[in-house]
């Protein structure tokens, strides 16, 4: 491992490559701790300190790496981005015309971007918008009654949305620069670098609040989740295909074969960010409704907005399981599939091409896509059932999303160092 690492560093275009990832990471991470104009630093800070993490913020904050509540110019985090390429993922299955982008190549794939940061601008000064308004009104972190604002004027609300909004298209410039001049993929190596930039502060909460015993045990949990993690996310059920041999010209072409490559969990970490927010809903509907005496806030707060009570728990089990289905059923198109290999002459043995192929792969997906969803549902109740166990939600580390964000961002990334160190001849991480 460590030769690796050397060789890695050795090579001076990735050497470059590597140390220019660096530098935009440190830069991201400064800009998440520098405070939007017009923020009270000391009264935020000690009102996180007094009521600590708000449970209906918890996702986006995690992808802020706990800026959000800090209201820092890099507030939003990655998150609008999230948000709008699942969006554009969805529509392009509803709205023919994405369709036609997305099968013209690279062109189709450069406007569909496009689109995808002009939506992400769009979300982010919604999403500013409210948190400010919250931040303003004293909503924000409840249970806290100092100010969090210098001044309720419209001049500081306007300043502060618009930084906030320029901060998440700063993030996306600095994504696209890792993409370009980087390894691996920007977006996903920052929010790699939000999620853990929070383990050195989680994991000393819990030794110093329920004891070094614990934290031993957390840890030793933590390393066994981290292991079955990486044994799901790199299973796969690999389907045979062979290619006919056939004349083109006075060249014989085909007769190759391949496979298709279905992952356990096809779907990664989507299935958990749609439960998660769909279940934030009810939970922020409640908190614009403090002061209501009505019988459905009442059962919202007994119900769901605790993470730990079972109709939660398995509400948002539920959730993961039936969004893995919806978003597997959307990205996977088996009659698509089907057709390309009739197309170019392709079939799986002992299944005929056309419908008998499209059927025996739609069989395969939903029985693969079963332990998937189990999966993605047990890896996220973690946190929630660490709170029933040791008390210890808002600061248990080894929680599902991140745990799922960490591992695969982190293969992903080593993949592609390891693929330019075998075209150098070098010895990758990987053996």
Same mark, same amino acid.
């Given at each position: ?20 990832? +660096? ?21 935020? *800070? ?35 981005? @999230? ?36 939506? =992400? ?25 100092? $100010? +969090? ?18 901060? =998440?298209?700063? @993030? ?57 993690? @990486?044994?799901?996310?790199?299973? *796969? ?33 989507? $299935? ?9 809903? $009810? ?36 959730? @993961? ?27 799986? $043995? ?10 025996? +792969? ?70």
């Amino acid at each position: 491992m460590l030769a690796a690492f050397a060789n890695a560093f050795r090579t001076p275009d990735l050497r470059k490559k590597l140390l220019f990832v +660096l530098l935009i990471i440190a830069i991201f991470r400064l800009g998440s701790q520098i405070p939007t104009p017009g923020v009270d630093v000391a009264n935020v *800070q000690s009102c996180i300190k007094d009521v600590g993490n708000s449970g209906v913020y918890s996702l986006i904050n995690l992808f802020s790496g706990g800026a959000l509540l800090q209201l820092t110019i890099f507030a939003l985090g990655i998150m609008p981005y @999230i948000t709008a390429s699942i969006i554009l993922q969805l529509l392009v299955v509803v709205i023919p015309r994405l369709e036609a982008l997305k099968k013209e190549g690279q062109s189709g794939q450069t406007k569909i971007t496009q689109y995808t940061r002009y939506l =992400t601008l769009g979300l982010a000064l919604l999403q500013a918008t409210g948190i400010v308004a919250l931040a303003r009104s004293g909503n924000l972190l409840q249970g806290c009654q100092k $100010p +969090l604002l210098h001044s309720n004027g419209t001049e500081t609300f306007l300043v502060m949305v618009v930084t906030m909004t320029a901060g =998440t298209a700063v @993030i996306m410039w600095l994504g696209e620069l890792i993409t370009e001049r980087g390894i691996g993929n920007g977006m996903s190596l920052l929010i790699f670098t939000q999620v853990v930039s929070r383990f050195p502060t989680s994991l000393w909460a819990v030794g110093k609040e329920k004891g070094w015993w614990v934290f031993s045990v957390v840890i030793a949990i933590g390393l066994v989740i981290i292991a079955a993690v @990486i044994f799901i996310e790199q299973a *796969q059920r690999r389907i045979p295909v062979q290619y006919a041999r056939r004349m083109v010209g006075r060249k014989m072409f085909g007769g190759s074969s391949t496979y298709i490559p279905l992952k356990v969990n096809q779907a990664g970490v989507i $299935p958990v960010i749609f439960a998660s927010s769909l279940l934030y809903l $009810p939970a922020m509907a409640v908190q614009f409704n403090q002061n209501s005496d009505s019988k459905w806030v009442t059962w919202i707060n007994d119900y769901l907005v605790r993470g730990s009570h079972p109709l939660y728990m398995l509400s948002f089990f539920l959730l @993961i399981v039936f969004f893995t289905y919806f978003y597997v059923s959307i990205t996977f198109n088996p009659q698509e599939v089907a057709d390309n290999m009739k197309k170019y002459g392709g079939f799986i $043995p002992g299944i005929r091409a056309g419908k008998p192929t499209e059927d025996y +792969l739609s069989y395969v997906l939903s029985r693969i896509t079963l332990p998937g969803a189990l999966y993605l549902g047990l890896i996220a109740l973690i946190p929630l059932i660490a709170f029933v166990f040791i008390n210890a939600n808002q600061n248990f580390p080894f929680g599902g999303t991140s745990i799922l964000i960490m591992v695969g961002v982190a293969l992903d990334t080593v993949k592609q160092i390891e693929s330019q160190l075998q075209q150098r001849n070098y010895e990758g991480f990987l053996r």
